[in-house]
């Protein structure tokens, strides 16, 4: 993400600002919303720097699995703007992207112990991506020694569920 950016006062007032309700992608879905009516300029060279630390919102945001939930939405949102004609394929590439990047930072939240944090995340993929080729994704990625824990929890909440045969259990798909 840059960390500096100039916006015209007319580009806000004709598309808005940046969703509140966004705690993680605010800047992003922004920047997509811009692009899709105006040309940008990139400035290569570093005019300035931040540094970054783990006290941040984003590192919250990161640790409970919060942050696909703002993914998931920036890519909605996009989806209302985006060329109708390039729309579907950007949306399955954005899909998939972030649903691979879900994968990868799941392992964070289980580093800390955060089971919770993780399945979230873990729900949330879902949602981003719930094609076939995803799932099976997932799949392979719960056999990994790092996702141990997530995977002992999924067993647990599938055996809970398949011993109180409540109307949540997988007996609906049988007649």
């Known amino acids: 993400n840059p960390c500096a950016v100039v916006i015209r006062r007319s580009t806000h007032e004709h598309l808005g600002c940046y969703d509140p309700g966004n705690t993680y992608t605010p800047d992003w879905e ?18 300035a720097r931040y540094r970054e630390h783990d006290n941040n919102m984003t590192s919250e945001l990161i640790l409970s699995g919060a942050q696909a939930t ?17 729309c579907a394929a950007i949306t399955a590439k954005a899909r998939n992207h972030y649903f691979n990047y879900c994968l990868n930072h799941m392992v964070i939240p289980l580093k800390t112990g955060n089971l919770a944090g993780a399945f979230r995340l873990l ?22 020694a790092e996702a141990a824990p997530l995977r002992d929890e999924i067993a647990s909440k599938l055996r809970s569920i398949m011993l109180n045969h409540s109307s949540e259990s997988f007996y609906f798909a049988y007649p």
């Open 123 to 144: 729900q949330e993929a879902l949602k981003i991506d719930p094609s076939p080729q995803a799932v099976e994704k997932l799949f392979t990625w719960l056999t990994q």
């Open 30 to 47: 922004l920047y997509k919303r811009i692009a899709s009516f105006y040309d940008w300029w990139y400035e290569g060279d570093i005019l």
């Open 70 to 86: 703002s993914i998931r939405l920036g890519i909605e949102i996009s989806e209302s703007y985006l060329p109708a004609e390039h």
